[in-house]
Protein backbone atom coordinates (compact mmCIF):
# COMPACT_ATOMS: atom_id res chain seq x y z
CA UNK A 1 0.00 0.00 0.00
CA UNK A 2 1.65 3.51 -1.16
CA UNK A 3 1.48 6.39 1.42
CA UNK A 4 -0.80 8.08 -1.42
CA UNK A 5 -3.00 5.22 -1.24
CA UNK A 6 -3.38 5.40 2.45
CA UNK A 7 -3.72 9.10 2.84
CA UNK A 8 -6.76 8.88 0.50
CA UNK A 9 -8.12 6.20 2.10
CA UNK A 10 -7.92 8.12 5.58
CA UNK A 11 -8.25 11.63 4.37
CA UNK A 12 -11.32 12.24 6.77
CA UNK A 13 -9.12 10.88 9.85
CA UNK A 14 -6.06 12.60 8.74
CA UNK A 15 -7.94 15.98 8.81
CA UNK A 16 -8.98 15.00 11.74
CA UNK A 17 -5.82 14.46 13.28
CA UNK A 18 -4.50 17.79 11.40
CA UNK A 19 -7.33 19.58 13.45
CA UNK A 20 -6.40 18.42 16.66
CA UNK A 21 -2.73 19.11 15.92
CA UNK A 22 -3.79 22.38 15.19
CA UNK A 23 -5.94 22.70 18.51
CA UNK A 24 -2.77 21.26 20.78
CA UNK A 25 -0.40 23.90 19.57
CA UNK A 26 -2.59 26.39 18.72
CA UNK A 27 -4.00 26.62 22.60
CA UNK A 28 -0.94 25.71 24.14
CA UNK A 29 0.57 28.64 22.24
CA UNK A 30 -2.16 30.93 23.45
CA UNK A 31 -1.63 30.26 27.06
CA UNK A 32 2.19 30.44 26.39
CA UNK A 33 1.97 33.71 24.65
CA UNK A 34 -0.48 34.83 27.43
CA UNK A 35 2.07 33.91 30.38
CA UNK A 36 5.24 34.38 28.44
CA UNK A 37 4.94 37.34 27.38
CA UNK A 38 4.12 39.66 30.49
CA UNK A 39 6.91 37.19 32.43
CA UNK A 40 9.32 38.75 29.84
CA UNK A 41 8.17 42.03 30.46
CA UNK A 42 8.35 41.14 34.42
CA UNK A 43 11.89 40.52 34.22
CA UNK A 44 13.18 43.64 32.35
CA UNK A 45 11.88 45.62 35.42
CA UNK A 46 12.76 43.22 37.97
CA UNK A 47 15.88 41.81 37.47
CA UNK A 48 16.33 39.87 40.60
CA UNK A 49 13.16 37.51 38.95
CA UNK A 50 15.53 37.01 35.97
CA UNK A 51 17.28 33.94 38.08
CA UNK A 52 14.04 32.19 39.20
CA UNK A 53 12.17 32.95 35.73
CA UNK A 54 14.38 32.08 33.07
CA UNK A 55 16.09 29.52 35.55
CA UNK A 56 13.28 27.78 35.97
CA UNK A 57 11.83 27.88 32.23
CA UNK A 58 15.53 27.00 31.46
CA UNK A 59 14.83 23.28 33.66
CA UNK A 60 11.61 22.75 32.09
CA UNK A 61 13.19 22.84 28.26
CA UNK A 62 15.33 20.32 30.24
CA UNK A 63 13.04 17.63 30.97
CA UNK A 64 12.54 15.28 28.28
CA UNK A 65 8.81 15.43 26.19
CA UNK A 66 7.97 12.11 26.93
CA UNK A 67 8.84 12.19 30.42
CA UNK A 68 6.79 15.20 31.50
CA UNK A 69 4.01 13.72 29.68
CA UNK A 70 3.99 11.11 31.94
CA UNK A 71 4.72 12.81 35.31
CA UNK A 72 1.39 14.53 34.89
CA UNK A 73 -0.45 11.35 34.39
CA UNK A 74 -1.09 11.26 38.11
CA UNK A 75 -1.82 14.79 38.46
CA UNK A 76 -5.45 15.62 39.91
CA UNK A 77 -6.75 18.10 36.83
CA UNK A 78 -4.84 17.69 34.11
CA UNK A 79 -4.56 13.70 34.36
CA UNK A 80 -7.91 13.28 33.54
CA UNK A 81 -8.22 14.17 30.16
CA UNK A 82 -5.14 13.36 27.83
CA UNK A 83 -5.49 16.75 25.85
CA UNK A 84 -5.34 18.72 29.50
CA UNK A 85 -2.21 17.01 29.71
CA UNK A 86 -0.47 17.77 26.17
CA UNK A 87 -1.84 21.12 26.47
CA UNK A 88 -0.26 21.81 30.25
CA UNK A 89 3.03 20.21 28.79
CA UNK A 90 2.96 22.12 25.41
CA UNK A 91 2.63 25.54 26.89
CA UNK A 92 5.63 24.58 29.22
CA UNK A 93 7.70 24.14 26.98
CA UNK A 94 6.82 26.88 24.31
CA UNK A 95 7.60 29.27 27.38
CA UNK A 96 11.11 29.80 27.43
CA UNK A 97 11.80 31.15 23.70
CA UNK A 98 8.87 33.83 24.32
CA UNK A 99 10.34 34.80 27.37
CA UNK A 100 14.49 34.62 26.76
CA UNK A 101 12.39 37.08 23.20
CA UNK A 102 11.11 39.21 24.99
CA UNK A 103 13.17 39.67 27.75
CA UNK A 104 16.26 40.11 24.94
CA UNK A 105 14.09 42.57 22.54
CA UNK A 106 12.94 44.88 25.13
CA UNK A 107 16.56 45.35 26.51
CA UNK A 108 18.06 45.23 22.67
CA UNK A 109 16.04 48.58 22.32
CA UNK A 110 18.60 51.43 21.95
CA UNK A 111 19.57 52.77 24.72
CA UNK A 112 19.39 56.49 23.61
CA UNK A 113 15.81 55.71 22.16
CA UNK A 114 14.87 54.86 26.04
CA UNK A 115 16.71 57.74 27.64
CA UNK A 116 15.45 60.15 25.20
CA UNK A 117 11.73 58.76 26.19
CA UNK A 118 11.94 58.80 29.84
CA UNK A 119 13.58 62.34 29.36
CA UNK A 120 11.05 63.38 27.89
CA UNK A 121 8.33 62.56 30.90
CA UNK A 122 6.98 59.17 29.43
CA UNK A 123 5.89 57.16 32.51
CA UNK A 124 7.06 53.53 32.51
CA UNK A 125 4.03 51.95 30.89
CA UNK A 126 3.53 54.71 28.08
CA UNK A 127 7.45 54.01 27.18
CA UNK A 128 6.34 49.73 27.35
CA UNK A 129 3.57 50.66 25.13
CA UNK A 130 4.60 53.00 23.10
CA UNK A 131 8.24 52.28 22.47
CA UNK A 132 9.76 49.35 24.00
CA UNK A 133 7.53 46.98 22.77
CA UNK A 134 6.95 48.20 19.38
CA UNK A 135 10.02 48.15 18.84
CA UNK A 136 10.85 44.72 20.36
CA UNK A 137 8.02 43.36 18.78
CA UNK A 138 10.67 41.38 15.27
CA UNK A 139 12.26 39.83 18.50
CA UNK A 140 9.45 38.55 20.19
CA UNK A 141 7.54 37.15 17.09
CA UNK A 142 10.81 35.72 16.15
CA UNK A 143 10.25 34.22 19.84
CA UNK A 144 6.41 32.81 19.04
CA UNK A 145 7.32 31.58 15.62
CA UNK A 146 10.41 29.39 16.92
CA UNK A 147 7.86 28.52 20.21
CA UNK A 148 5.29 27.64 17.91
CA UNK A 149 7.72 25.32 15.26
CA UNK A 150 9.16 23.67 18.00
CA UNK A 151 5.59 23.00 20.03
CA UNK A 152 4.45 21.12 16.59
CA UNK A 153 6.97 18.70 16.59
CA UNK A 154 6.75 18.19 20.30
CA UNK A 155 3.22 18.02 20.13
CA UNK A 156 3.70 14.34 18.07
CA UNK A 157 4.52 12.99 20.98
CA UNK A 158 1.21 13.93 22.32
CA UNK A 159 -0.28 10.87 21.13
CA UNK A 160 1.79 8.86 23.39
CA UNK A 161 -0.72 9.95 26.00
CA UNK A 162 -3.45 9.67 24.05
CA UNK A 163 -3.98 13.11 23.00
CA UNK A 164 -4.33 12.79 19.76
CA UNK A 165 -2.60 14.68 17.06
CA UNK A 166 -0.62 13.67 13.99
CA UNK A 167 1.33 11.43 16.32
CA UNK A 168 -1.27 9.01 16.20
CA UNK A 169 0.04 7.99 13.13
CA UNK A 170 3.65 7.87 13.88
CA UNK A 171 3.11 5.93 16.86
CA UNK A 172 0.89 3.42 15.09
CA UNK A 173 3.51 3.13 11.82
CA UNK A 174 6.05 2.79 14.72
CA UNK A 175 3.88 -0.28 16.04
CA UNK A 176 3.12 -1.61 12.66
CA UNK A 177 6.57 -0.92 11.15
CA UNK A 178 5.11 1.22 8.38
CA UNK A 179 6.89 3.29 6.59
CA UNK A 180 3.86 5.33 5.07
CA UNK A 181 2.00 5.54 8.12
CA UNK A 182 4.66 7.32 10.02
CA UNK A 183 5.25 8.94 7.21
CA UNK A 184 1.11 10.01 7.11
CA UNK A 185 2.03 11.65 10.13
CA UNK A 186 4.90 13.04 9.73
CA UNK A 187 4.80 14.89 6.43
CA UNK A 188 1.95 16.66 7.63
CA UNK A 189 3.29 18.03 10.91
CA UNK A 190 6.14 18.80 8.99
CA UNK A 191 4.63 20.95 6.64
CA UNK A 192 2.78 22.77 9.14
CA UNK A 193 6.09 23.56 10.88
CA UNK A 194 7.10 25.47 7.61
CA UNK A 195 3.65 26.60 6.96
CA UNK A 196 3.78 28.27 10.77
CA UNK A 197 7.48 29.24 10.04
CA UNK A 198 6.68 30.70 6.83
CA UNK A 199 4.04 32.72 8.10
CA UNK A 200 5.11 33.87 11.13
CA UNK A 201 8.45 34.63 9.26
CA UNK A 202 6.71 36.82 7.18
CA UNK A 203 4.74 39.06 9.92
CA UNK A 204 7.82 39.59 11.63
CA UNK A 205 9.61 40.58 8.75
CA UNK A 206 6.03 43.23 7.73
CA UNK A 207 6.12 44.26 11.06
CA UNK A 208 9.67 45.15 11.78
CA UNK A 209 10.66 46.55 7.63
CA UNK B 1 12.24 92.15 31.41
CA UNK B 2 15.08 93.42 33.38
CA UNK B 3 13.75 91.66 36.77
CA UNK B 4 13.28 88.62 34.77
CA UNK B 5 17.31 88.58 34.62
CA UNK B 6 17.74 87.10 38.11
CA UNK B 7 15.13 84.93 38.41
CA UNK B 8 16.65 81.99 39.39
CA UNK B 9 14.57 78.86 37.44
CA UNK B 10 17.10 76.11 38.43
CA UNK B 11 19.74 75.58 41.74
CA UNK B 12 22.43 73.63 42.22
CA UNK B 13 22.91 73.35 46.02
CA UNK B 14 25.98 71.24 47.33
CA UNK B 15 25.42 68.96 44.89
CA UNK B 16 27.39 65.74 44.61
CA UNK B 17 26.69 62.30 43.02
CA UNK B 18 28.40 59.14 43.36
CA UNK B 19 28.19 56.39 41.97
CA UNK B 20 27.49 52.90 43.55
CA UNK B 21 30.62 51.97 44.06
CA UNK B 22 32.39 55.40 45.38
CA UNK B 23 33.67 56.91 42.68
CA UNK B 24 32.54 60.68 42.51
CA UNK B 25 31.51 62.05 39.41
CA UNK B 26 30.39 65.77 40.68
CA UNK B 27 31.97 67.36 43.64
CA UNK B 28 30.05 69.80 45.74
CA UNK B 29 28.33 71.94 42.77
CA UNK B 30 26.58 75.41 43.50
CA UNK B 31 24.84 76.85 40.72
CA UNK B 32 22.15 79.33 40.22
CA UNK B 33 20.93 78.66 36.26
CA UNK B 34 18.68 82.44 35.37
CA UNK B 35 15.60 82.39 33.71
CA UNK B 36 15.53 82.94 30.19
CA UNK B 37 19.63 82.35 29.44
CA UNK B 38 21.89 79.85 28.10
CA UNK B 39 23.97 78.75 30.17
CA UNK B 40 26.63 76.06 28.36
CA UNK B 41 28.28 73.46 30.89
CA UNK B 42 31.87 72.99 28.79
CA UNK B 43 34.48 70.53 29.66
CA UNK B 44 36.20 67.34 28.46
CA UNK B 45 35.17 64.12 28.01
CA UNK B 46 34.53 62.74 32.37
CA UNK B 47 34.30 66.01 33.68
CA UNK B 48 30.69 65.99 34.70
CA UNK B 49 28.88 67.94 32.16
CA UNK B 50 25.95 65.20 31.28
CA UNK B 51 26.13 63.82 34.59
CA UNK B 52 24.85 67.69 35.59
CA UNK B 53 22.20 67.74 33.42
CA UNK B 54 20.50 64.56 33.79
CA UNK B 55 20.35 65.61 37.98
CA UNK B 56 18.00 68.42 36.46
CA UNK B 57 15.15 65.96 34.76
CA UNK B 58 16.03 63.46 37.48
CA UNK B 59 17.09 61.20 34.88
CA UNK B 60 19.65 61.23 38.04
CA UNK B 61 19.41 61.51 41.55
CA UNK B 62 21.94 63.82 43.39
CA UNK B 63 23.61 61.25 46.21
CA UNK B 64 24.31 64.75 48.86
CA UNK B 65 22.99 68.14 47.83
CA UNK B 66 20.01 69.15 46.25
CA UNK B 67 18.82 70.48 42.89
CA UNK B 68 15.43 72.98 42.96
CA UNK B 69 13.84 73.69 39.55
CA UNK B 70 11.21 76.53 40.06
CA UNK B 71 12.54 76.69 43.61
CA UNK B 72 11.13 73.13 43.89
CA UNK B 73 13.82 70.10 45.05
CA UNK B 74 13.49 68.05 42.22
CA UNK B 75 12.78 65.22 44.66
CA UNK B 76 9.52 67.02 45.55
CA UNK B 77 8.51 67.39 41.97
CA UNK B 78 6.42 64.81 40.57
CA UNK B 79 8.78 63.28 38.00
CA UNK B 80 6.63 62.83 34.80
CA UNK B 81 5.38 66.48 35.32
CA UNK B 82 9.02 67.60 36.13
CA UNK B 83 9.98 65.89 32.78
CA UNK B 84 7.07 67.30 30.50
CA UNK B 85 8.21 70.45 31.59
CA UNK B 86 11.81 70.13 30.37
CA UNK B 87 12.21 69.79 26.35
CA UNK B 88 15.65 67.06 26.38
CA UNK B 89 17.71 67.08 23.26
CA UNK B 90 20.23 64.45 22.88
CA UNK B 91 23.42 63.55 20.86
CA UNK B 92 21.93 60.38 19.62
CA UNK B 93 19.05 62.15 19.30
CA UNK B 94 16.95 59.27 20.50
CA UNK B 95 14.01 59.82 17.69
CA UNK B 96 11.55 56.90 17.83
CA UNK B 97 12.50 54.84 14.84
CA UNK B 98 8.37 53.44 14.33
CA UNK B 99 6.68 56.61 14.58
CA UNK B 100 7.19 59.33 11.80
CA UNK B 101 8.45 62.82 12.26
CA UNK B 102 4.81 63.89 13.17
CA UNK B 103 4.25 61.65 15.75
CA UNK B 104 7.76 61.96 17.23
CA UNK B 105 7.39 65.78 17.25
CA UNK B 106 3.79 65.52 18.90
CA UNK B 107 4.47 62.48 21.23
CA UNK B 108 4.93 64.80 24.28
CA UNK B 109 1.43 67.31 23.09
CA UNK B 110 -0.31 63.93 22.48
CA UNK B 111 0.22 61.92 25.88
CA UNK B 112 -0.81 65.72 28.10
CA UNK B 113 -4.21 64.70 26.11
CA UNK B 114 -3.84 67.64 23.68
CA UNK B 115 -6.68 67.48 20.77
CA UNK B 116 -5.43 65.80 17.56
CA UNK B 117 -6.01 68.61 15.60
CA UNK B 118 -4.02 71.12 17.93
CA UNK B 119 -0.96 68.38 18.20
CA UNK B 120 -1.50 68.56 14.18
CA UNK B 121 -0.96 72.55 13.97
CA UNK B 122 2.23 72.38 16.79
CA UNK B 123 3.45 69.79 14.58
CA UNK B 124 3.50 71.93 11.43
CA UNK B 125 4.67 75.42 13.86
CA UNK B 126 7.42 73.72 14.87
CA UNK B 127 8.53 72.00 11.72
CA UNK B 128 8.43 75.53 10.45
CA UNK B 129 10.52 76.62 13.28
CA UNK B 130 13.42 74.72 12.95
CA UNK B 131 13.14 75.07 9.09
CA UNK B 132 11.69 71.73 7.68
CA UNK B 133 9.68 71.66 5.03
CA UNK B 134 5.91 70.37 6.26
CA UNK B 135 6.60 67.30 3.62
CA UNK B 136 8.42 65.97 6.04
CA UNK B 137 6.13 65.15 8.62
CA UNK B 138 5.02 61.47 6.96
CA UNK B 139 8.61 60.72 6.89
CA UNK B 140 10.24 57.93 9.42
CA UNK B 141 13.83 58.87 10.82
CA UNK B 142 15.59 56.69 8.81
CA UNK B 143 14.36 58.83 5.72
CA UNK B 144 15.88 61.56 7.23
CA UNK B 145 19.54 63.33 6.75
CA UNK B 146 21.57 63.63 9.98
CA UNK B 147 20.89 67.51 9.92
CA UNK B 148 17.22 66.98 9.23
CA UNK B 149 16.71 64.41 12.02
CA UNK B 150 18.91 66.37 14.84
CA UNK B 151 16.11 69.78 14.01
CA UNK B 152 13.29 67.19 14.51
CA UNK B 153 14.97 66.29 17.83
CA UNK B 154 15.20 69.65 18.90
CA UNK B 155 11.30 70.58 17.55
CA UNK B 156 10.07 67.27 19.07
CA UNK B 157 11.89 68.60 22.79
CA UNK B 158 10.38 71.63 22.06
CA UNK B 159 6.91 69.88 21.52
CA UNK B 160 4.71 70.84 24.57
CA UNK B 161 6.57 74.16 24.62
CA UNK B 162 8.36 73.81 27.51
CA UNK B 163 10.05 76.57 29.34
CA UNK B 164 13.46 74.64 30.03
CA UNK B 165 15.57 72.96 27.62
CA UNK B 166 18.18 70.40 28.52
CA UNK B 167 20.67 69.91 25.17
CA UNK B 168 23.69 67.21 25.79
CA UNK B 169 25.88 67.94 22.58
CA UNK B 170 23.48 67.91 20.34
CA UNK B 171 25.33 68.91 17.47
CA UNK B 172 28.40 66.66 18.15
CA UNK B 173 27.79 64.22 15.67
CA UNK B 174 27.03 66.76 12.56
CA UNK B 175 29.13 67.40 10.18
CA UNK B 176 31.16 70.94 10.59
CA UNK B 177 28.87 72.35 8.27
CA UNK B 178 26.31 71.49 9.44
CA UNK B 179 26.63 71.58 13.06
CA UNK B 180 27.42 75.64 12.10
CA UNK B 181 24.17 75.92 10.23
CA UNK B 182 22.23 74.56 13.11
CA UNK B 183 24.14 76.45 15.88
CA UNK B 184 23.54 79.58 14.20
CA UNK B 185 19.67 79.08 14.13
CA UNK B 186 19.78 77.77 17.50
CA UNK B 187 20.95 80.93 18.51
CA UNK B 188 18.32 83.03 16.81
CA UNK B 189 15.58 80.63 17.64
CA UNK B 190 16.67 81.03 21.33
CA UNK B 191 16.98 85.29 20.94
CA UNK B 192 13.25 84.37 20.02
CA UNK B 193 12.08 81.96 22.51
CA UNK B 194 14.06 82.77 25.44
CA UNK B 195 13.75 79.64 26.85
CA UNK B 196 15.80 78.48 29.87
CA UNK B 197 18.43 76.59 28.08
CA UNK B 198 21.21 74.27 29.58
CA UNK B 199 23.26 73.18 26.97
CA UNK B 200 26.22 70.81 27.07
CA UNK B 201 29.60 70.95 25.06
CA UNK B 202 32.89 70.44 24.63
CA UNK B 203 33.26 72.72 21.93
CA UNK B 204 34.35 76.34 22.89
CA UNK B 205 33.18 77.45 19.56
CA UNK B 206 29.78 76.50 20.38
CA UNK B 207 29.77 77.32 23.40
CA UNK B 208 31.12 81.07 23.18
CA UNK B 209 28.07 81.76 20.31
CA UNK B 210 25.53 80.22 22.30
CA UNK B 211 25.98 80.97 25.90
CA UNK B 212 25.02 84.02 28.09
CA UNK B 213 27.34 82.34 30.49
CA UNK B 214 29.62 79.31 30.64
CA UNK B 215 30.41 76.81 33.21
CA UNK B 216 34.11 75.45 33.25
CA UNK B 217 34.06 72.05 35.01
CA UNK B 218 36.87 69.92 34.96
CA UNK B 219 36.85 66.50 37.01
CA UNK B 220 33.40 66.96 38.26
CA UNK B 221 33.92 70.39 40.03
CA UNK B 222 33.31 74.10 38.50
CA UNK B 223 35.97 75.86 37.64
CA UNK B 224 34.88 79.03 36.54
CA UNK B 225 31.52 80.48 35.86
CA UNK B 226 31.93 83.51 32.83
CA UNK B 227 30.64 85.34 30.32
CA UNK B 228 32.19 84.34 27.04
CA UNK B 229 34.06 87.68 27.13
CA UNK B 230 35.71 87.13 30.53
CA UNK B 231 36.12 83.62 29.69
CA UNK B 232 38.21 84.97 26.78
CA UNK B 233 39.88 86.98 28.61
CA UNK B 234 40.17 85.23 31.91
CA UNK B 235 43.68 84.22 33.49
CA UNK B 236 42.74 81.25 35.26
CA UNK B 237 45.29 78.36 33.89
CA UNK B 238 42.39 76.44 32.89
CA UNK B 239 39.97 78.55 31.15
CA UNK B 240 43.16 79.80 29.10
CA UNK B 241 44.34 76.33 28.85
CA UNK B 242 41.06 75.46 27.27
CA UNK B 243 40.88 78.89 25.13
CA UNK B 244 44.49 77.74 23.79
CA UNK B 245 43.88 74.34 22.79
CA UNK B 246 40.73 75.93 20.54
CA UNK B 247 43.04 78.87 19.64
CA UNK B 248 39.69 80.97 20.01
CA UNK B 249 41.20 83.95 21.30
CA UNK B 250 42.06 85.28 17.90
CA UNK B 251 39.14 83.85 15.82
CA UNK B 252 36.48 84.79 17.89
CA UNK B 253 34.19 87.94 17.59
CA UNK B 254 30.89 88.64 19.21
CA UNK B 255 28.45 87.96 16.98
CA UNK B 256 25.53 89.46 18.72
CA UNK B 257 24.96 92.54 21.10
CA UNK B 258 26.19 91.57 24.03
CA UNK B 259 25.84 94.11 26.48
Excluded at chain 1, 104 to 132: C, F, K, P, S
Excluded at chain 2, 31 to 40: K, S
Excluded at chain 2, 94 to 119: C, D, Q, S
Amino acid sequence: MSLWHFVAQNRLELLQLILEHIWLVGVSMFFAVLLGIPLGILVTRWPVLNRPILGGANIIQTIPSLALFGFLLPAPWFGERADRMAIFALTLYALLPLIRNTYAGINGVDHAIVEAARGMGLTDRQLLIQVQLPLALGVIIAGVRVATVISIGLATIAAAIGAGGLGEYIFRGLAMVSNQVILAGAIPAALLALLVDFTLGWLEKRLTR
Amino acid sequence: MDSVATDVAIQFRNVAYELSGGRELLHDVNLEIYRGETLVLLGRSGSGKTTTLKLVNRLLSPTSGDVLVNGRSVRDWNVIRLRRMIGYVIQDIGLFPHYTVERNIGLVPRIENWPAHKVHQRVLELLALVGLDSGLASRYPRELSGGQRQRVGVARALGADPPFLLMDEPFGALDPITRAELQKELAALQARLKKTVVFVTHDLHEALLLATRIVLLEEGRIVAIQSPQEFLSSKDPLTSAYVAAFGAGDCWKPERGAS
